[in-house]
């Protein structure tokens, strides 16, 4: 494309400093220079009144495939997004050898998606075939490294598996993986107890991978799951990202500020932990997960074939009564159910629907994983205004999605997948004014940056990538509604990703730059 030239703009590097007033230069995909440029550039673009930052760096993400559907990544690029981390809670779809293989198969199948790589170099490969409009990077999850080796079955794995587990895990890494991730919340990775996770923290931390969880328990346990996370990391010498830290039900509401308070008397002591978080009171997975992990043993069609007898789901409807009954099913909301008869009940609360259908809402939660096949996905609203605003201004959180670069218009997924960025720009920085400018940057930019060691991106530096996001601090905002999710932001005007211009006032660009990042490379 030539010389891009950035003038006139309110620079916030990335860093945390201060703001200043220049231009910045991009020339074959680097920073060329920073300051007062006097030289020419065959693309000029004016900046007076916007702030020009480093393109926002979404360190939790579940984009493992949407880009080998269709490359756009339109709703991470409309909010100012260059890189994506995948692979987060235990998910991936590298390595695939055994169930892992049989099953991600299975659901790329359902995408119009052949599953052509069993090793993650083989993975990563894939993902740069198809072209993406953003950087993406990824961890290895852990559930799918158990299940490519142990399978489904709640057990501890053998001394074998442990070895076959340990031995992928360092072949991905030597690809270009950024560590490993669990999700203690979803079989099977939740069957995995501390000791394998400090086994495979050792492989990770060789090679200055992290060790990313979405932990045990994130309600009445939360400490506990800090605790765990912590003592991984320190047996194992691996550094620990608490992943969307918050805390759930409303009897727990307050809880996030002693376990912060914990995180960074941890980090005194010398464990190299953080975490990241997400700006919003309502959580979002599979309905599925609501069920309890011991039901999940042996995957999802047991699961299904064993919820026919009579006995099990009596025992998995009083478990999940128990909780969620408690907690409210006018709280869980619907996001997604195949097409066909369920569609009607796509929006709505488990407490609509069971008045609709004349069921409990426990039966109508049951009846829908039935009927779905265990497809169904919710939006779950138990999280308060407080937390979140503790969470995002501490200084050990960084921002991260927890959603995917959606494109397609299907269901009422999370705004999250849309309107993060913004919402933390626009929203609790221009208008609740819990954290300044620079710092909200920050925390999407230069410390996922140092986390990921990505050392050649995150920040406004001379020979560096050139991953810029230009926005208008006094516009910017989510449009995005849990009503109303497929609503582009406002106020993120232009983004680069590797120094070509993928949105251009507001419009994206048939453009596909990104490139797929490997751990220790550039």
């Keep these: 494309m030539g010389r891009i030239l950035i003038k006139n703009g309110k620079i916030i590097d990335g860093s945390g400093a201060p703001f200043f007033y220049g231009d910045v230069l991009v020339e074959k995909g680097i920073i060329q220079e920073i300051g007062l440029v006097n030289t020419g550039a065959e693309h000029v673009i004016d900046a007076a009144g916007k702030v020009v930052a480093p393109g926002f760096i979404d360190i939790h993400t579940h984009s493992d495939t949407v880009y080998m559907l269709n490359n756009r990544g339109k709703s991470k690029i409309e909010q100012g997004v260059t890189t994506e981390m995948v692979g987060n809670c235990g998910f991936s779809v590298a390595p695939a050898y055994g169930q892992a293989a049989k099953d991600i198969g299975r659901n790329l199948g359902k995408k119009g998606l052949e599953l052509s790589w069993e090793g993650y170099e083989e993975y990563l490969q894939a993902l740069q075939k198809a072209r993406p409009a953003a950087n993406l990077a990824g961890l290895v999850g852990h ?11 709640e057990r501890k794995a053998n001394s074998c598996e442990m070895e076959q587990m340990e031995k992928i895990l360092g072949e991905s890494l030597e690809a270009g993986a950024f560590g ?56 194992s010498g691996v550094a620990v990202q608490v992943s969307h830290h918050k805390v759930g039900g409303e009897k727990n509401w307050g809880a996030v500020k002693n ?58 409807r009083q478990e999940v009564e128990r909780i969620e009954g408690e907690r409210g099913y006018d709280k869980i909301m619907v996001s997604y159910l195949p097409e066909g008869e369920l569609k009607q009940y796509e929006g709505l609360r488990l407490a609509e629907i069971a008045e609709k259908t004349g069921r409990s809402g426990v039966d109508c939660l049951i009846y829908l994983v039935q009927a779905s096949e265990a497809e169904a996905g919710m939006i779950r609203f138990g999280m308060c205004e407080e937390d ?21 218009r299907e269901g009422k997924p999370h705004p999250r997948n ?51 996001t230009i926005f208008d601090p006094e516009q910017v905002a989510e449009g995005a509604t849990f009503s109303q999710p497929f609503q582009s932001p406002r106020g993120i005007d232009w983004v680069l990703v590797n120094g070509e211009v993928v949105l251009q006032e507001g419009e994206q660009q048939p453009v596909f730059p990104g490139q797929v990042l490997r751990r220790g490379r550039f």
């Design 180 to 235: 490993f991730s669990s999700g203690l919340l979803y079989a099977p990775s939740c069957y995995g107890d501390a000791a394998e996770f400090v086994r495979l923290g050792k492989v990770a931390a060789r090679y200055g991978g992290i060790y990313a969880t979405h932990m045990r328990n994130e309600s009445d346990r939360l400490m506990e799951s800090v605790q765990e996370s912590a003592e991984i990391g320190r047996q």
């Design 388 to 408: 979140v605003q503790a969470v995002l201004q501490h200084p050990l959180s960084m921002v991260g999605s927890d959603g995917s670069a959606l494109t397609e």
């Design 418 to 468: 849309f309107g993060t960025f913004p919402r933390v720009l626009g929203h609790y920085v221009r208008e609740q004014q819990i954290m300044g400018l620079e710092k909200a940057i920050n925390k999407m930019t230069g410390f996922p940056a140092w986390r990921l060691g990505l050392w050649n991106r995150g920040l406004l530096r001379t020979g560096f990538a050139a991953d810029i």
């Design 259 to 316: 376990t912060l308070a914990s995180m960074q008397e941890l980090r005194q002591q010398g464990l190299d932990i953080t975490c990241d978080v997400y700006p919003y009171i309502a959580t979002s997975t599979s309905l599925g997960a609501l069920l309890p992990s011991w039901a999940h043993d042996g995957g999802t069609n047991k699961m299904l074939e064993n919820l026919q007898k009579p006995d099990f789901y009596e025992k998995v």
């Design 143 to 153: 559930g799918t490294l158990r299940k490519s080796v142990v399978g489904s079955e």
